[in-house]
């Protein structure tokens, strides 16, 4: 059983992919167990970014740099310093902007809190920006990603990915119950490592 030292401020952000927000299972169930470890939350929100971009590598990027602008803007003025521990939580596109944004924020300082990063199905181009503790998952069948690709870069740079056949961007499959299976696994890892 995990206790909470009351006198660590942690903080917990959490990057939705584009029509997968906060109350979607992945990042549902992660800010509760965030929660219940004794984080803060903020929840990131995007709005007007473009819907149709799967395989528009332009258009993917400029929804990438649309959702990077409104993220920058949201945290604006938040002291990182005042946490020992701060924890970014992501889903596709999301992964993405939260990688860049602690790749800018965070590069060079000395003085930073502990930062780890939790990237549910990422995108390509997160790998770009990956640094520091980092967890990832991503789906056999995800649509939105070279799957072999991704699983070359995570073991390349270290990243523990884990796999879920037969899933797609979502980590979902057409079974129901496989389904609750797999969430109650993908939670089971990320318990672990908050």
């Not at 299972?25 to 709005?47: C, D, F, M, Q, R």
Request: with cysteine; charged share 25%.
């Amino acid at each position: 059983m995990n206790t909470i030292d009351n006198n660590t401020k942690r903080l917990a952000l959490i990057f939705p992919g584009i029509g997968y927000h906060k109350d979607k299972p992945l990042l549902y169930y992660s800010t509760k167990l965030a929660v219940s470890k004794g984080y803060e939350i903020i929840n990131i929100e995007y709005h007007d970014l473009p819907h149709k971009i799967r395989g528009d590598l332009a258009m993917m990027h400029k929804a990438a740099e649309m959702a990077y602008e409104q993220a920058a803007k949201q945290l604006n003025g938040i002291d990182f310093s005042q946490y020992e521990d701060v924890l970014f939580i992501g889903k596709s596109i999301g992964t993405a902007v939260l990688a860049k944004y602690v790749s800018d924020l965070f590069s060079g300082e000395h003085n930073c809190p502990r930062i780890r990063q939790i990237w549910y199905t990422p995108v390509e181009a997160t790998f770009s920006f990956a640094s520091g503790d980092i967890i990832a998952f991503i789906g056999d069948d995800d649509p939105w990603s070279d799957v072999c690709h991704i699983k070359l870069m995570a073991s390349d740079l270290g990243i523990p990915l884990h796999s879920y056949p037969g899933c797609n961007h979502s980590l979902e499959c057409d079974d129901t119950g496989r389904n609750i299976d797999i969430l109650r696994d993908v939670m089971r890892i990320t318990d672990t490592f908050i």
